[in-house]
Every structure is written in C-alpha cells, then in structure tokens.
C-alpha cells in the first residue's frame, strides 16, 4: 500500500478541478490509498468520491492537524494548494512532499505591468506535474463530481412546467468584480425563450428577486438559498446549459459535460481556469484590450476604476446568439 494525503481547500472550482489527478493517482499507482485535506466547506464534494479513502478536515488550530496527520503514518504529501499553511504541515511533518508549481509571480506580472508570461497551460495540467514522478498522466475522462441520491433533485416533479428543459443561471460570484451585472443577465432573460432556474446561496438571493420581479415570466424559478451545494450540482447537471461569471459552478458545469457560457469580468482565462471540457462545450466572452484588465488575479468588491467595463462592455447579443446556437443543437 502507498499512502498519500493531497491537500487542496481553497474553493469549490478548485476542489472539483483536483478530480482527474485524484482519479489518475488511484487508479495507476497499485496500492494507492487516498486521503484529502480540505476545509469542512468544501468536504461534501469530496467524501462521496470513489477515489477518496478518507477525508480529513481542517482544525481550526494547524497544530491538531500536523497532529492528525502525523499518525496517519503518510507515504507522501501531494500539495495541490501550496501555501503558507501546507508549508507548515509540510515542514512540521518532514513527510516526502511534491508540490503544485504555482505561477504567483507570472500573474503578479499579468496583473500589474499586462505583461504575459503565463504558462499556456491549464491548472489541472499543471496539477498533474506534481505527480509526474509518479508516472501518473491524465486519462482523459475529464472532471468528476459525485452526487449521492439523496441529493438528486428531482426537477420534474417540483417543477413539471421545466421537465421539457431549462437553461441555469449562476447569478453570483465569490467577488463583485466577477459578477455578471442584473442589467446584462436581464437582457439575455428577457430574450431567451426557455424555462430559468437562478442559482446562488442566501446572498444572491435578493439580485435573484430583483431579476423576477422585473420579469413578467412564470418560467423563471429562484433556486438561490434554497439548497446546498450538492443540491443546486444536481441542478445543473439536470439543465441544458449553465450561464455563468468565473464560477466554482462553471467547474461543476465542466464535470457534466453540459454547455457553458462563461462570461468573464476583472479575471482573465489566461489564468488556467477556464472551463476543464471539450472546447465545443464552453464559449468564453470577455472584453480584450483593457489597459485595466487583470486588475486582479483573484477579484475586488467594487471595480478599482469604478467603470466596471470589463463586464459593463460585453457583448450582450453575441452572447445571446451562442446561447441560441447551443440550444438548436
């Protein structure tokens, strides 16, 4: 048995975009036994993972961690998150580590000079360098989330006017510079004629009800706050499309194989985090040649410039048209 713990925390995209190397680890390494380290957020969309043996969470005080680890008697570390806390645990622990090469300083560069050194590659292929002494390479099978039955929503039943389909809108983003603005997602509402399920958490509740009460659509159901994050997967994995920002749910989306609009705002897919899935499931619009965009690598509150351009500027019926495109097929 070769026992490794892999450590990632950070967000849901990026818990769901460690699945192929997880995947790939377990299934060609023998004897491979997987345990992953992740905060109590994030837990449910890994401990129904097939690939996963154990999951171990985050205490709040990093010494009851090492401590957990410690007795777990780990073969190796695969650090998928590299920070300052799995260096400490790293350093603590003198576990044999290999690390996810982090391209901080190439985004420091892209961020505030415009100046692209990013490596053409995305962060799941570079996930995978951390394991390539392992003679671990992708499979090709893409990303995964596993959603028990008990989390499977049953959309025909609580919705028979959406059994036909539906398109699914993320209506939030972790950071307001990353949102899509009402007044763009009320256009492409307004002028779509398909069934709408808005999803978010309590937070993006009140743009979701600003949305329907706007509208004069009895298609459009407000799913925001009303189910947890396993919940509102099966949601997506039920819907024709998702329309969303740079979102944990786009990655979600890319697990299901369905079609994507993804709509960026002050964060670029340069980055490495566009869509993980066949390139005829997910188009990207974004708003090129702004002397201010990256203005961050990760997102603000409010935009630095107070134009919000990056979002205010995109190209509403072009995006409309793909979504029609997508829909005919």
């Known amino acids: 048995m070769v026992k490794f713990l892999v450590i990632r925390s950070s967000s849901i995209g990026d818990i769901v975009l460690t699945t192929p190397v997880i995947r790939c680890l377990k299934q060609q390494v023998e004897g491979a036994e997987i345990h992953f380290l992740t905060k109590q957020s994030y837990v449910s969309l890994v401990k129904h993972n097939p690939n996963v ?6 205490k709040e005080k990093l010494s ?33 580590s290999f690390s996810f090469p982090k391209v901080n300083f190439e985004k420091w560069l892209m961020v505030n000079f415009k100046i692209n050194r990013l490596p053409d590659k995305h962060v799941v292929e570079r996930y995978f360098e951390t394991v ?16 028990p ?38 256009e492409i509402i ?9 999803l978010g958490d309590d937070k993006d509740a009140k743009i979701a ?7 004069n659509n009895s298609l459009i159901y407000n799913a925001c706050g009303k189910y947890d994050l396993l919940e509102s997967a ?40 566009y869509p993980f899935t066949t390139k005829e499931n997910y188009s990207i619009f974004e708003v090129n ?8 690598k990760l997102g603000f509150n409010k935009c630095p410039k107070k134009h919000f351009k990056c979002m205010n500027e995109q190209n509403v019926n072009e995006i409309i048209k793909q979504i029609e495109l997508y829909l005919n097929e």
């Open 53 to 58: 043996d154990k999951v171990l969470v985050l």
């Open 64 to 96: 009851y961690t090492i401590k957990e680890i410690k007795q777990e008697s780990y073969d190796y570390i695969i650090d998928l998150h590299n920070n300052l806390r799995t260096f400490a645990i790293k350093n603590s622990t003198r576990i044999l």
């Open 132 to 147: 390539k002494l392992f003679d671990v390479i992708y499979d090709g099978k893409g990303l995964e989330l596993f959603i």
């Open 149 to 186: 039955p008990e989390k499977e929503i049953k959309v025909s039943e609580i919705l028979p006017q959406f059994k036909s389909g539906y398109i699914s809108i993320a209506v939030g983003a972790k950071h307001e510079t990353k949102r899509i603005p009402e007044w763009i997602l009320l």
């Open 190 to 198: 307004k002028k779509i004629n398909c069934p709408i399920i808005l």
């Open 209 to 215: 009800e600003y949305l329907t009460s706007n509208l």
């Open 234 to 273: 099966s949601l997506v994995k039920q819907s024709l499309l998702l329309i969303t920002a740079d979102t944990g749910l786009m990655h979600i989306a890319a697990a299901f194989s369905k079609k994507i609009i993804s709509i960026w705002g002050n964060t670029i897919p340069k980055f490495g985090m």
């Open 289 to 296: 040649n702004l002397p201010c965009r990256p203005c961050s």
